[in-house]
């Protein structure tokens, strides 16, 4: 069973200096949880695209409760790998993020693409899309709400480091840059998710598990 | 930012450094000179290669952007 959710958010600056921010966010300081950070593939190909391999590694934050449905034990780390593709002539950056272990537990894909925005000048467009998925056994009520919980915990993080990277980039007060416009989105991803999973409602109160 | 290789951090920030620099002017702006970068950033991967393999770390063999090719384009 996957959950689906897609969203999208105005960044106000340009998408060259998105596009060098996204190389510069770590560590910011809402990346505690990212403990190191590696390219390990690059390539300029013959159309003058750059395509890149990050390897992430983040701490593993679990509650007890879903460390005891793995009895043998979990590796503390989560290793995560981030492919992009950044298209100068096109001006566009494709970013495709996945988790290498822990998968049965969750596996989270992101898919992000970064472009000049159609309505705004000096304004990137971000259109996000990810897959949540588990393999434990009915994917049960806990995990699920822990996973998104989670998930979109991240998100925001990882939108609070962008706007980090570029501040330092452009000398410009953080919160100026982003305006997170969600453009009919959050109705998009109701519908999405709700013909996908069972009935599950949206926790209230999301929990924080940092 | 640490690599997952501790004894390959320095080598890590000299890459990095070089490669902001050339990608803000150089790729981004179309020039196609060339990439003053390939030197450190062979030195910062024979490290970090190996610091994967030391740790077993499972990335060999995992196709590029990999798990989207069975997602449609939004």
């Not at chain 1, 970013?95 to 989270?108: D, K």
């Not at chain 1, 949540?132 to 995990?143: A, K, L, N, Q, T």
């Not at chain 1, 980090?164 to 305006?179: C, D, F, H, K, T």
Request: with cysteine; hydrophobic share 35%; charged share 25%.
């Amino acid at each position: 069973m996957v959950k689906y959710f897609c969203n999208s958010a105005d960044i106000r600056s340009t998408w060259d200096h998105v596009v060098s921010a996204f190389w510069q966010r770590y560590p910011n300081p809402f990346s505690t949880h990212v403990l190191t950070e590696d390219v390990v593939y690059r390539e300029v190909t013959a159309d003058h695209r750059l395509l890149s391999r990050r390897l992430l590694m983040k701490t593993n934050r679990l509650p007890r409760w879903a460390e005891r449905l793995f009895p043998s034990g979990m590796s503390r780390f989560v290793y995560i790998i981030e492919d992009s593709i950044v298209d100068p002539v096109n001006r566009s950056l494709t970013t495709y993020t996945w988790n290498l272990n822990h998968t049965t537990l969750m596996s989270v894909e992101e898919r992000c693409v970064f472009q000049d925005s159609a309505e705004q000048p000096a304004t990137t467009q971000l259109r996000r899309e990810a897959w949540i998925s588990s393999s434990v056994y009915g994917f049960s009520r806990p995990i699920q709400e822990f996973g998104l919980a989670r998930f979109k915990s991240n998100q925001v993080k990882a939108m609070k480091g962008l706007e980090y990277a570029l501040s330092n980039i452009q000398g410009e007060v953080p919160q100026r840059l982003l305006r997170d416009t969600v453009k009919d989105a959050s109705e998009k991803a109701k519908e999405a998710a709700k013909s996908l999973a069972s009935a599950a409602t949206v926790p209230q109160k999301p929990q924080q598990y940092v | 930012m640490n690599s997952v290789g501790e004894a390959c951090t320095e080598l890590k920030r000299e890459y990095d450094q070089c490669f902001n620099r050339w990608f803000a002017e150089k790729f981004l702006k179309g020039d196609r000179s060339g990439d003053p970068c390939t030197d450190s950033f062979r030195k910062y991967q024979r490290c970090v290669q190996k610091a994967i393999r030391d740790k077993d770390i499972p990335i060999d063999g995992v196709d590029f952007m990999g798990p989207s090719k069975d997602k449609p384009e939004s």
